[in-house]
């Protein structure tokens, strides 16, 4: 079993930057390929950034891609998502997800029933 604990959301205004953290407990961290995904009221939940198991690689959805980083501390069992330049529509409750020695790519592409673990998500609100 993998817990994982979301924090780091809140309410900011248009433009400004939020860091969400995720602290994992459990098996092994590093053996995880890990994902940010978010889910705003009546939407389905959607991919926003995924990292390797090793933190080599990443990849982002279109939508975040150039105003996010995602990235992991595998000493402090934590991985990051540093948004800059929030939008209204960023906003929706984020949550990251595990699954195990999975790249990023694919941890983008994969159905969300296949991810291992899943956090139970901290609300980012992004005011106009």
């Known amino acids: 079993q993998v817990q994982l604990v979301e924090s780091g959301g809140g309410l900011v205004q248009a433009g400004g930057s939020l860091r969400l953290s995720c602290a994992a407990s459990?098996?092994?961290?590093?053996?995880?390929?890990m994902g940010w995904f978010r889910q705003a009221p009546g939407k389905e939940r959607e991919f926003v950034a995924a990292?390797?198991?090793?933190?080599?690689?990443?990849y982002y959805a279109n939508s975040v891609k150039g105003r996010s980083t995602i990235s992991r501390d595998n000493a402090k069992n934590t991985l990051y998502l540093q948004m800059n330049s929030l939008k209204p529509e960023d906003t929706a409750v984020y949550y990251c997800a595990a699954k195990w020695q999975t790249g990023s790519s694919a941890i983008a592409r994969i159905p969300l029933s296949d991810l291992d673990y899943w956090g139970q998500g901290t609300q980012v609100t992004v005011s106009s």
């Open positions: 990292i390797s198991w090793s933190g080599v690689s990443t």
């Open positions: 459990g098996r092994t961290f590093s053996d995880y390929g």
